[in-house]
């Protein structure tokens, strides 16, 4: 006989799979995190540079601070998670990623709201996703974790779309970064306001200069 705890569990994880994959509607294919305008100036030509670039992103840049932001939304109240909301939409380099934030956010509070029927205030997308987790009392390393494996996946598969690189070496840089993943998501628990920052700036410049990029695919 099953145990409840164990279904528990299961169903868990079945909804984190849901939230963070790609059928899960808040358009992440779309958005490029600024990867697109570094592909194409020549700061990402192969994937040993790209496994280097998402590796940072992870570890020193936005990965990690949605990260932090994930786990402070979880224990916060309302009050504390709109002052969250507006510290994550200070700390983004740029109109471009505010904007793939909170359409993001938009998008994954809308439809956790319908699925749940929980009423789920939209912001920034790793505020929603603190808070729609606490809901459901899920947790939190698993949440953050699942997160940034969806978050890195994506951009994978942006720069298989984007460079001369194959799904096999794609999947290889992913399995890669399982590693980091964990890292910053155990770091995360333990990590308060004050750890938030980065020194992505190469990152951070691209996703500024991909606002004027022309032509291009993705909406960030």
């Known amino acids: ?27 992440a294919f779309s958005y490029s995190h600024g990867l697109e305008n570094a592909i194409e100036n020549g700061e990402v030509t192969n994937g040993g540079e790209l496994a280097s670039w998402l590796e940072a992103i992870l570890i020193n840049g936005s990965g990690r601070n949605d990260a932090i ?31 793939e934030s ?3 956010g938009q998008a994954f509070a809308k439809t956790a ?23 459901y009392e899920i947790g939190l390393r698993e949440v953050i974790a699942l997160y940034l494996h969806s978050f890195v996946s994506n951009l994978v598969s942006t720069a298989i779309r984007l460079m001369p690189i194959g799904q096999t070496e794609g999947q290889k840089i992913l399995h890669a ?35 004027t990029q022309q032509p291009r695919i993705f909406r960030t």
């Not at 169903?11 to 509607?25: K, Q, T």
């Not at 932001?69 to 983004?92: G, K, M, T």
């Open 1 to 27: 006989m099953v145990k409840a705890g164990r279904i528990r569990m299961s169903i868990d994880l079945h909804r984190l799979v849901a939230w963070f994959s790609p059928s899960f509607p808040i358009g």
């Open 69 to 99: 932001l994930i786990a402070q939304s979880y224990r916060a109240d309302d009050d504390e998670r709109n002052a969250l909301s507006e510290l994550s939409l200070a700390i983004c380099a740029g109109h471009e990623r505010q904007f």
């Open 102 to 104: 909170v359409q993001q």
């Open 113 to 135: 709201g319908e699925i749940s029927g929980y009423s789920i205030t939209p912001g920034p997308l790793p505020t929603v996703v603190g808070q729609v987790a606490a809901k």
């Open 177 to 211: 970064l399982f590693e980091p993943i964990e890292i910053v998501s155990e770091n995360a628990l333990n990590a308060c306001l004050d750890d938030l920052g980065g020194s992505c700036f190469l990152a951070d410049i691209s996703s500024m200069a991909h606002e």
